[in-house]
């Protein structure tokens, strides 16, 4: 990953992580800023609830009163205290008390609470009042209750009774639609009074209770309070109790739209903010990265260059800044190792002419020797006389011709290292490429009781060579084989096959070389022979490299010597003819 | 002296105007209204209309009426009845039966014989004192005087019968001066009596009776009995008019009708509900008294641990107004069978057969209520069982 993609990801980051952090904390405290205003709202709610069930109750309380005191009931209470009173003929008298009052539901009952007239149930007559809680209350004082209605459902009301003599007059309104309304909900408030399973109702009339809200009903009637969000309304929802008896659940409900509104344009907002502050932040670090990695882009391409061998590489940075500098110093560093090298290079070439001396001396001065000798021999042999100078002219010729010929194969051999040709490539088989190489030494491996072992892990594997060179290369491996086993031994050709190239072992059982002999191994006129050139290894690696192929060499004193060229089965097709 | 015999001048005219109101006039159209619905020959009026060969007086015995007599034949096994002869037919044709229709086989007891006649079995004839003019079926019967009546000519020219009103339609009707005689709700006697209308109240002539349906079970139905709280009902809902009974004849026809239970029991009626039971029961909205004694037995069979539903239809059990057509025990009982379409009773004493129709419990009788007439002052001589060839108008001044 480049550092500008890391630049732009890391800004990108660093945006939206700032923008998410801060929407997050504007969103908690606008949400909090709501919960709170709607606490407030539900708790004002309540409160009015409570208080208009006061209100209502008072009114219910006084409605009963007059109920109470109306001739009516006078009338029946004289008929309680007849010795045989017949109620047969108030069944229906309720209902006009009722209506008189205003009352919803009105009974009137003996002192056992039976009923001897219902306004809202008159054929409930010999039965029990069963309003609950009522006989806990006093008069005057409002109760909540549950009304059993004759279609099997109930009702909540509010109810109040009064004793009238020997009997008790039980009125109630019912807590309803009506009721309700008159709670006065602000807007974005809704309230609902769940009765039963069957009953719930709010200022607009019956409401049909989802599973959701069977749940906070149920749930809240066991707990004091409950709240819960119910789709894009949070309801708080209280049981209504009296003297330990749930009648109800009155669910307050505030609307979330306002605060769901405000939350989307937040998180519309940051989302924006986000994706434009990510936007400047990829222009930014675009300009940034543009500033800061081109310069370090053109160091790179300069040490690409560098260690692509153009030591004289350049970076073009404009100074000013710590980039300048790096720059600079880059190009300082390029322009001492350019010098270095040309140093180096010219060290180099001193060594190398001065070892080409030194070879040149030491191969040129063995011949010379016998050469000095032979002459001297036949200056002796000449002074000695005819028969003896013939004698040892011959002799001496001959030996003067064979170093002559030494002279011509020394000198030759540094001609050829000399004119080492560029490698003519074709498809050539490596297994017959060793084999030819090893024909043509088979001799001398035999004299030297050497042994070859071949394993080839691919006889058909080919690559493109040059035959001639190719051989040539393993031809001289076999013969610094022949020389470093002097006393027999074996010799090892091993190839095989990787991805893209050919590896070729060439392991001889010989007495191995040391860490500075094989650090050395492939310097040009370097030897540990008596009678080498030392152009044999160089000559190797000439031909492998011109191949675009490496070698090395593994060895330790007393343990052999291997070496190791691998090849490209492929040369680049410009390379090839 | 001179004012003494003014007052006597004033005395004896008042008497000779009193005299002359009392006395029968004919003419004039009258006009009633019922809640009886279907064929005017189904009807409380059907014998105005049409006549049987015997019909029960008041005491329930079966009198001659078309067959003047009747002898026994015992060479033949029959009992021939003598036709009337002076019987005419609404084309003004003399009434002439063949013998074969005077003519019944003696395989039966006499008294059967006479009340299956009565009932019209083997003869109806259109010859009562009233003739169907106009009849518009379930809402109107217009009826014209018969002139040649064998009985005599009836007091009124017309009669004009609207059916299928309901009690309070029929009081609106007759307050508003539309009706002369109206059918009331004996909840309605008080405040009637109060408003000093006419009325007229009968013996007991009107079952009121839980009916259920066959596939309800005959515990459910027992429990359902027990529970009803008869007494209660009578006393307050009904204002102690009628009579509360297991019967379902009342006590004055049949004699017997105490021996039919009315026990309240609702731990019994408890014990023999099934549990889990429920009942679906039908509830009138024509009838407001119907209704409210349905909403009260609802509690009181819900009391009972059944589950009482009320429908206007599909229902399990209905309560319903069964009209005693006749003061003979055994013809009234054929005529409920009939009119709840089971099975006639086997021919046999009264409280036989009456124990035969209640044994499945599939009618459980509740109460016995008077008819309830409310008559115009000017409507004279209305009687219930209603006998319209004897009404008359007073002249209104």
Redesign the interface.
């Known amino acids: 990953m480049t550092f500008r993609t890391k630049l732009l990801i890391v800004s990108s980051l660093t945006v939206a992580g700032a923008v998410t952090i801060v929407t997050g904390g504007v969103l908690v405290a606008a949400r909090q800023v709501f919960e709170r205003v709607d606490a407030e709202r539900q708790e004002a709610l309540l409160e009015q609830f409570k208080r208009e069930i006061k209100t209502q109750g008072a009114a219910v309380s006084a409605a009963v009163v007059r109920a109470a005191s109306s001739t009516l009931l006078t009338r029946m209470a004289a008929e309680a205290n007849q010795p045989e009173p017949d109620?047969?003929?108030f069944?229906t008298d309720a209902q006009v008390l009722a209506e008189n009052t205003g009352l919803e539901f009105l009974d009137i009952t003996r002192k056992d609470l039976m009923v001897l007239s219902s306004a809202h149930?008159?054929?409930?007559?010999?039965?029990k009042n069963d309003w609950r809680s009522c006989i806990e209350c006093k008069p005057n004082q409002a109760f909540l209750t549950k009304i059993p209605l004759?279609?099997?459902t109930t009702a909540m009301a509010l109810a109040a009774f009064q004793r009238q003599g020997d009997l008790i007059l039980l009125g109630a309104k019912r807590l309803d639609a009506a009721f309700m309304k008159a709670l006065g909900e602000a807007p974005g408030v809704r309230t609902l009074l769940w009765v039963g399973p069957q009953e719930c109702f709010s200022a607009g009339g019956p409401v049909a209770l989802s599973a959701e809200f069977q749940n906070l009903v149920v749930e809240a009637l066991r707990k004091p309070v409950v709240s819960r969000r119910i789709g894009n309304e949070a309801y708080l929802a209280v049981p209504l109790q009296q003297n330990g008896a749930v009648f109800g659940v009155l669910l307050v409900g505030t609307s979330l739209q306002q605060q769901i509104t405000l939350e989307r344009s937040i998180l519309k907002i940051g989302f924006w903010v986000a994706a434009g502050g990510i936007l400047l932040g990829v222009l930014l670090g675009w300009w940034a990265t543009e500033r800061v990695t081109r310069p370090v882009n053109e160091l790179a391409r300069g040490a690409r260059d560098v260690a692509a061998g153009n030591w004289s590489a350049k970076v073009n940075v404009p100074a000013g800044d710590e980039m300048g500098e790096l720059a600079d110093a880059f190009n300082r560093m390029t322009a001492e190792l350019v010098e270095r090298q040309n140093r180096a290079l010219q060290a180099e070439r001193v060594a190398a002419w001065r070892e080409l001396a030194r070879r040149l001396a030491h191969e040129l001065k063995n011949p010379l020797f016998p050469l000095q000798i032979t002459i001297e021999n036949m200056q002796r042999a000449r002074a000695a006389g005819a028969q003896e100078f013939d004698e040892t002219f011959q002799e001496g010729a001959r030996t003067l011709l064979d170093e002559v010929r030494n002279f011509k194969t020394i000198i030759g051999r540094f001609s050829d290292f000399s004119r080492m040709p560029p490698p003519q490539f074709e498809r050539v088989n490596i297994g017959d490429a060793i084999s030819d190489a090893v024909r043509l030494y088979e001799a001398q491996l035999s004299l030297n009781d050497i042994r070859v072992h071949a394993q080839v892990s691919c006889a058909a594997l080919t690559i493109d060579a040059d035959p001639d060179q190719l051989r040539r290369a393993l031809g001289n491996l076999i013969l610094n084989a022949i020389d470093a086993m002097p006393n027999g031994g074996s010799l090892t050709f091993s190839v095989v096959g990787l991805e893209h190239a050919v590896r070729i072992a060439v392991t001889d059982t010989g007495q191995g070389l040391t860490e500075e002999e094989g650090s050395r191994l492939f310097t040009p006129y370097y030897t540990t022979k008596q009678h080498g050139t030392g152009l044999g290894l160089a000559i190797v690696q000439g031909v492998v490299s011109d191949h675009q192929g490496t070698i090395i060499v593994e060895s330790g004193t007393g343990r052999g010597a291997t070496f190791i060229i691998e090849l490209p089965i492929t040369q680049r097709a410009a390379e090839r003819p | 002296m001179r004012y003494r015999l003014i007052a006597v001048a004033a005395s004896c005219l008042s008497a000779v105007l009193t005299a002359g109101v009392l006395r029968p006039r004919y003419g004039g159209m009258l006009r009633v209204e019922t809640s009886a619905t279907g064929e005017i020959g189904a009807t409380r009026f059907a014998g105005q209309i049409y006549e049987t060969l015997v019909r029960c007086d008041s005491h329930g015995e079966m009198k001659p009426w078309l067959a003047t007599g009747w002898i026994h034949n015992a060479s033949v096994g029959k009992w021939i009845f003598s036709a009337r002869k002076n019987v005419v037919l609404p084309h003004e044709t003399l009434w002439n039966p063949g013998e074969d229709t005077l003519t019944v086989p003696d395989t039966k007891p006499l008294d059967q014989i006479l009340v299956e006649a009565g009932l019209g079995d083997k003869v109806v004839v259109e010859s009562g004192p009233f003739r169907i003019l106009n009849q518009h079926v379930g809402e109107s019967v217009q009826l014209g005087a018969n002139e040649s009546y064998w009985g005599g000519r009836p007091f009124l020219d017309f009669v004009e019968i609207h059916m299928g009103r309901t009690r309070r339609d029929q009081l609106l009707d007759f307050e508003l001066g539309k009706a002369d005689v109206v059918e009331a709700e004996i909840t309605d006697i008080k405040a009637l009596k109060q408003a000093n209308v006419v009325l007229q109240v009968s013996k007991p002539l009107e079952t009121v009776a839980l009916v259920f349906e066959k596939q309800t079970s005959s515990l459910t139905r027992q429990a359902v009995a027990l529970s009803v709280d008869r007494l209660a009902m009578q006393r307050v809902m009904l204002d102690k008019q009628g009579e509360v009974s297991g019967a379902l004849l009342p006590q004055w026809i049949s004699g017997y009708a105490f021996l039919f239970s009315t026990a309240h029991d609702v731990s019994r009626a408890k014990a023999l509900a099934p549990a889990g039971s429920t009942l679906l029961l039908c509830e009138d909205d024509r009838d407001k008294v119907l209704r409210s004694l349905v909403d009260r037995i609802a509690v009181d069979v819900s009391q009972a641990g059944i589950n009482v539903r009320l429908a206007t239809s599909g229902c399990e059990a209905r309560l319903i107004r069964l009209p005693i057509s006749s003061v003979n025990p055994q013809q009234a009982l054929l005529a409920l069978a009939s009119k709840l379409q089971i099975a006639a009773p086997e021919w046999a004493s009264p409280y036989a057969m009456e124990s035969d129709l209640l044994r499945d419990g599939r009618v459980v009788p509740l109460f016995h209520l008077p008819i309830v007439y409310a008559l115009k002052p000017n409507v004279r001589n209305w009687s219930v069982p209603c006998n319209l060839a004897d009404v008359w108008l007073e002249e209104t001044r």
Do not use: E, K, L, T
């Open positions: 109620f047969a003929s069944y149930w008159p054929v409930r007559f010999g039965y004759p279609d099997g």
